[in-house]
């Protein structure tokens, strides 16, 4: 009994005192610069509602563009500077929620669908409806991306975008507002199921490339440069037209694809991929 607690004795002195020391802890900071770009993004969204509620839409409508380029810059700037963290992607969602989500429906309603009440209380009420729809949409799109962000393809987005729903939603707004109707009153009947079709096109289970490509090593194909520069160049020459003409067929992409395979009987394209990929 004596020689097994001499055993252990020796034991006990010759093990390190790394092999008791606690796990380091990790900093509970968080990293500023991409956190920075993303609230950016989110005071431009709720700069986007401020300005709807004073009747300023134009300046609504930039600020939406604004929000979707910080978004698409923080994201970049975290994996350039390897400072990607949990805190990071759940503070770009609650952001996305505010600006490509609530923005866009309340600049929409205030710009036009506020007037279905004049005709009657039922076209009041499936006026705040379509545009509390297109925000409930917006927040399924971005719960599903979160979910299932390590179980599908980067080259394809199931559902319309959050950031091009927006854009899109402010294109039209900003078009008409450049065309002379500065209130959506006289094109209530129109801007209704707009809103509710961009909403759903969130929702719904069709595809959307993201422009990435096929390669393992994060590089586009060339045409897509061309095309990035045909489209700053046509944005320079007609801004709201143009945004509006790129995002719609953008967003029209996804159902004319899906109605091409039915008729074709094509596969539609594999979008799972293992967790590590």
């Known amino acids: 009994?004596?020689?097994?607690?001499?055993?252990?004795?020796?034991?006990?002195?010759?093990?390190?005192?790394?092999?008791?020391?606690?796990?380091?802890?990790?900093p509970r900071g968080i990293y500023l610069l991409p956190n920075l770009f993303t609230t950016a993004g989110m005071?431009?969204?709720?700069?986007?509602?401020?300005?709807?509620?004073?009747?300023k839409f134009e300046h609504a409508c930039v600020a939406i563009f604004l929000a979707a380029v910080f978004d698409g810059m923080d994201g970049r700037i975290a994996r350039l500077t390897n400072t990607q963290s949990e805190f990071g992607a759940q503070y770009d969602s609650m952001s996305d929620l505010v600006s490509f989500g609530l923005a866009p429906a309340l600049v929409m309603y205030h710009w036009s669908l506020i007037f279905l009440r004049q005709d009657s209380v039922m076209l009041g009420k499936l006026?705040?409806?379509?545009?509390?729809?297109?925000?409930?949409c917006g927040a399924l799109r971005l719960a599903r991306f979160n979910s299932q962000i390590t179980q599908v393809d980067k080259r394809w987005?199931?559902?319309?975008?959050?950031?091009?729903?927006?854009?899109?939603?402010?294109?039209?707004?900003?078009?008409?507002?450049?065309?002379?109707?500065?209130s959506g009153?006289?094109?209530r009947f129109i801007?209704?199921?707009f809103t509710a079709v961009v909403g759903l096109l969130m929702f719904s289970r069709f595809f959307y490339t993201s422009f990435k490509g096929s390669?393992?090593?994060?590089?586009?194909?060339?045409?897509?440069?061309?095309?990035?520069?045909?489209?700053?160049?046509?944005?320079?020459?007609?801004p709201p037209v143009v945004l509006f003409a790129v995002f719609g067929l953008y967003a029209l992409y996804g159902p004319v694809a899906w109605l091409l395979r039915?008729?074709?009987?094509?596969?539609p394209p594999s979008v799972s991929v293992t967790p590590h990929e």
Not at 1 to 26: G, V, W
Not at 159 to 182: E, K, R
Request: hydrophobic share 55%; with cysteine.
């Open 43 to 55: 005071f431009s969204g709720f700069y986007a509602i401020i300005a709807a509620t004073q009747g």
């Open 262 to 267: 039915k008729i074709t009987r094509r596969a």
């Open 215 to 238: 390669r393992s090593d994060g590089r586009v194909p060339f045409w897509v440069m061309l095309l990035l520069v045909l489209a700053i160049i046509g944005v320079a020459l007609n």
């Open 127 to 136: 006026g705040w409806m379509a545009a509390f729809l297109y925000a409930a």
């Open 191 to 193: 801007a209704l199921p």
């Open 157 to 182: 987005f199931v559902g319309l975008a959050s950031p091009a729903a927006a854009s899109l939603m402010a294109a039209f707004i900003w078009t008409c507002v450049d065309n002379g109707i500065t």
């Open 185 to 187: 009153e006289s094109i």
């Open 1 to 26: 009994m004596r020689q097994t607690n001499l055993n252990f004795a020796i034991l006990a002195a010759m093990s390190s005192p790394s092999d008791h020391a606690e796990p380091p802890r990790k």
